[in-house]
């Protein structure tokens, strides 16, 4: 009997040991070569603003705090929208903010825009911008859950404009047939020309990368690029720089922190940049970008 027990005991030390490498982060200590230094703002578990850059995601420069979410509201969610020049986040309960003093001197200030998404107690909403959206109709919040949802609303009202098609997995994908975990969303080619756009997420569950059709009869379509070396939980989030690389953050329970990861929306794969230096998770990044010319006559405003 005694042989049995220890038999068992190794059995589940050793599916503990897979577990725990299948969490760990992949190319640890590894840092990309020639990588851009562009400026993230992070948002933390209990609701500040850090900000880093994503050579060096260890020193952050500044922490601060947003006046104006109720006690009861949690922030789950921030994107920057570069065309305006303007930051966004959502809390738990569904309620969308514009912020103002992200990068200015003193404490943020969140205000409310329109009513809270209406949304079940166990759907987590995310959200980002598309560019392409934002420059031909002057809005383009893109808002999914894990529960499948796939909406387009306007930013300034908080109103759902288009209710697309929920999103599937494509037939002969490697996912056909099983409901998505979605996440993270996030959208490339943000520059002011942009002529065209992808938009990409994760799904929790198949640990993966996949991208989402955005037209045609496909809207909604997905399709798997590759799967991800790094655990997926509720507070990962994706969000792409200037020349389309792909940053990832994630929430490492274990050590109370969150790692940031450069990411290949060719393929997935995924390689450590650092751990970010808050002493708490960040459970959202974004990356602000500006340009000559678009934005930069609401720069004093203090954003």
């Given amino acids: 009997m005694k042989r049995i027990f220890d038999k068992l005991g190794l059995v589940a030390m050793i599916v503990a040991i897979i577990m725990f490498a299948a969490c760990w982060p992949a190319f640890a200590g590894q840092k990309p070569d020639r990588a851009p230094n562009e400026t993230v703002v992070g948002l ?130 490697r996912s056909f047939g099983r409901t998505p975990n979605l996440a993270a969303p996030s959208y490339i080619n943000n520059v002011p020309d942009v002529s065209a756009t992808r938009l990409f997420l994760v799904d929790r569950d198949a640990a993966a990368l996949v991208e989402q059709a955005l037209s045609g009869p496909n809207t909604g379509q997905l399709t798997t690029v590759g799967t991800i070396g790094v655990c997926l939980p509720v507070e990962t989030s994706m969000a792409a720089g200037r020349n389309n690389d792909v940053y990832l953050s994630t929430k490492f329970a274990s050590r109370n922190s969150s790692d940031l990861f450069g990411i290949d929306f060719t393929t997935g794969a995924t390689r450590r940049i650092g751990t970010i230096g808050v002493s708490e998770p960040v459970i959202d990044i974004t990356v602000v970008q500006r340009f000559v010319g678009i934005n930069s006559s609401v720069e004093a405003a203090g954003n």
Avoid: C, H
Wanted: aromatic share 10%; hydrophobic share 35%; no cysteine.
């Fill in 44 to 173: 933390t578990e209990s609701g500040k603003i850090a900000l880093f850059a994503t050579r060096t995601p260890e020193t952050v420069s500044v922490v601060k705090s947003i006046s104006g979410v109720p006690a009861t509201e949690r922030l789950t969610g921030l994107k920057y929208e570069f065309r305006r020049d303007e930051f966004y986040a959502l809390s738990d309960s569904g309620q969308l903010y514009r912020l103002t003093g992200v990068l200015g001197f003193g404490s943020a200030t969140a205000t409310p825009v329109g009513v809270p998404f209406d949304k079940t107690a166990s759907e987590r909403l995310y959200f980002t911008f598309n560019p392409l959206a934002n420059a031909r109709l002057g809005f383009g919040l893109r808002l999914v859950s894990n529960r499948n949802r796939n909406n387009v609303v306007n930013q300034f009202t908080a109103q759902i404009a288009v209710k697309q098609p929920t999103q599937t997995y494509a037939q002969g994908d």
